[in-house]
């Protein structure tokens, strides 16, 4: 506990004594870039892009809700290059044994998803004990936007973040009043969406209250998902420099995995409470930024892991509770032209409990009951050596209460060359430490294991042109690493060891086009070639989208190719390849009513993402938006 307290004691007085150095106007009133040009995920503050080395693709609002997805995975999945994870549909990812939402990044992640780590606000978001997301608790209603980090981010966020980070970032309120949004859907399989979300503003005083009910029979017998969900959000300016807002989300899903479809289950339920809180405070100045928050994370599951036809029902079912909790402090201040420095402070404690629970009696076995600590301390600096170039260097310094310290370096340059256009080179080190249920929790458990390790090596470019009406970016990269967990036999038992490597490159793509004020055009690509094959992870990935906007009229239409996704690895690997149509389209009677209907995988195509979990075919939803 002192350490803990020394170090907020600390962040607090190094803020403080940049901060009194300061009394110019709020860095916000002196952005003269484009909004779309501005993000967080890559230095903790507010950023140019043209001055940053990695590649970082932003999915705003607008796209998140013309979509009309209760969940952003999918629509990542559309327009984010090099980005997979995987889905049984129609609605809901589930735990455990046949979960689906597994992420992964230029062949980084698998199933279950630990080397790509999932941010809200900068905050880390993993069970505390698996070590993995919880797909079903990303929803768009919390989002503003989402910023993917399409590159090692291991010295801003630590562990997980080997092979990048998906950040969310919550919704803000800008305009004065108050105004509240009603939205309900339904459609296949008995699927029924509904959110209500109401913000305002009032002064220096923020509020955003959400709150969204989910559920589908979905297409397979004992597929059923059901979801209840809250979100707020309150700020307050303290004054034209300081703020200070708080957040608590929390959710509870009921999900069914019928197993596969050669392998069926009955009874494998699961029933899935997750909860975040966090608080920050923030200072805005024009020579200096930053924030010290806190956060907390939690979760309690119970999963029945069912049995198969003609056998015998469970006899106790599982049950687990963990926590996540850090303390975060980052200052950012110009030293003198054309330089940024960033110095951080980050201390998280995470774990939890596991027990079975016996169905006939109520007695309750314990199993597991861990935490672990990380603590670390990184510094960023962003150097402009000529009006064309920027240089930058970052060095994390990471301690984890089981594999030790781990020193985690990155540099890069960015160009900003003539007719709008840049060039960017990138190398950085990711690591992953090993999980709690990989070190202590069932076999092939070993407390020995190492954190994993790579680098990776990026160069792009990117460029705007017919006065920003087109934009693109293409990207080359190639990931080594080692000392990578996997299972090996050990004394004819199954052992998870550091024996894995891993070596993958490729190319990704972007475009899009503003043809005119009515319609709009997009597009991504990727290429990933994986000297060892990853779970989750297509060789060719290529997606193209169109957007119509007429009066009260709006429609969206995109097609996705997937080639060779690896649903399996080993001797007897299996690949899928297709071909998805999904459209939507709105109309706005009034100011107050929006009517829209859409449809997914309108070719009706047989595929899978997961080996023996067909996805549907033909969905189609209607439904009515509501602004008051």
Same mark, same amino acid.
């Given at each position: ?85 995987? =889905?049984?549909?129609? $609605?809901?990812? /589930? ?8 992420? !992964?990044? @230029? &062949?980084?992640? %698998? ?68 105004? =509240?949004?009603?939205? $309900?859907?339904? /459609? ?8 209500? !979300?109401? @913000? &305002?503003?009032? %002064? ?425």
């Amino acid at each position: 506990m002192t350490r803990r307290t020394n170090l907020l004691a600390l962040a607090c007085m190094l803020t403080a004594g940049l901060c009194a150095h300061e009394q110019g106007d709020s860095l916000r009133n002196e952005k003269k870039y484009r909004l779309d040009e501005v993000v967080v995920t890559g230095t903790r503050n507010e950023t140019d892009i043209r001055h940053l080395p990695m590649t970082i693709s932003v999915v705003d609002r607008e796209k998140l809700e013309q979509t009309y997805r209760p969940n952003i995975l999918p629509t990542l999945n559309e327009l984010v290059p090099g980005l997979f994870s995987t =889905s049984r549909s129609t $609605m809901g990812y /589930g735990v455990s044994t046949g979960a689906a939402g597994g992420m !992964t990044l @230029r &062949g980084i992640g %698998g199933s279950p998803t630990a080397g790509l780590l999932v941010l809200i606000d900068g905050h880390p978001q993993y069970m505390g004990i698996m070590g993995h997301p919880i797909a079903d608790a990303y929803q768009t209603m919390l989002a503003e936007r989402v910023e993917v980090l399409r590159n090692p981010a291991s010295v801003l966020y630590g562990s997980n973040a080997m092979g990048g980070v998906i950040n969310i970032v919550t919704r803000k309120v800008e305009e004065d009043g108050q105004r =509240s949004d009603i939205q $309900m859907s339904g /459609g296949s399989y008995g699927t029924f969406q509904s959110e209500i !979300t109401s @913000r &305002g503003r009032q %002064g220096r005083f923020t509020n955003i209250i959400s709150g969204s009910y989910n559920r589908s029979d979905g297409h397979r017998s004992d597929m059923g998902f059901e979801q209840y969900a809250g979100y707020a959000k309150v700020g307050l300016e303290l004054s034209d420099n300081w703020r200070l807002w708080g957040d608590a989300n929390i959710t509870r899903f009921y999900a069914s995995n019928p197993g596969t479809v050669s392998s069926p289950l009955l009874d494998n339920d699961s029933r899935i409470d997750r909860g975040m809180a966090s608080a920050a405070l923030e200072n805005h100045y024009r020579r200096t930024s930053g924030a010290l928050s806190f956060f907390y994370n939690w979760g309690q599951h119970r999963i029945n892991d069912g049995y198969a036809p003609g056998s015998t029902p469970q006899e106790a079912i599982f049950h687990s509770k963990d926590r996540m909790m850090g303390i975060s402090w980052y200052q950012s201040a110009t030293l003198f032209e054309g330089n940024r420095l960033t110095v951080g402070i980050d201390y998280q404690h995470f774990g939890g409990e596991t027990w079975d629970k016996v169905i006939e009696t109520g007695e309750e076995i314990p199993d597991l009951d861990k935490s672990m600590d990380e603590v670390a301390g990184y510094i960023d600096l962003r150097q402009d050596i000529r009006p064309w170039l920027t240089l930058n260097a970052g060095l994390r310094v990471d301690h984890h209460s089981h594999t030790g310290t781990e020193l985690v370096p990155q540099g890069g340059l960015a160009f900003r060359l003539p007719r709008q256009s840049e060039l960017r080179a990138m190398v950085s080190k990711g690591f992953r430490n090993p999980t709690i249920r990989e070190l202590y929790f069932l076999p092939p458990k070993n407390d020995a294991l190492e954190a994993e390790r790579l680098v990776s090596y990026e160069l792009s470019f990117a460029q705007r042109l017919l006065a920003d009406r087109l934009n693109y970016s293409v990207s080359l990269f190639y990931i080594n690493g080692d000392n990578i967990i996997t299972t090996v036999p050990v004394d004819g038992r199954p052992r998870f060891m550091n024996t894995g490597e891993i070596e993958n490159w490729g190319a990704e793509a972007q475009v899009s086009y503003r043809l005119s004020a009515r319609w709009s055009f997009n597009a991504n690509y990727s290429w990933l070639h994986m000297e060892q094959p990853v779970i989750s992870s297509p060789e060719h990935k290529l997606y193209a989208g169109a957007d119509y906007r007429h009066g009260r009229w709006t429609l969206s239409t995109g097609i996705q190719f997937v080639d060779n996704l690896y649903t399996t690895v080993g001797k007897d690997a299996q690949t899928e390849t297709f071909t998805l149509w999904n459209m939507q389209a709105g109309y706005r009677f009034n100011r107050f009513i929006h009517l829209f209907a859409k449809g997914e995988n309108l070719l009706a195509q047989r595929y899978e993402t997961m080996a023996g979990y067909p996805m549907p075919r033909a969905t189609f939803m209607g439904g009515i938006r509501l602004s008051l």
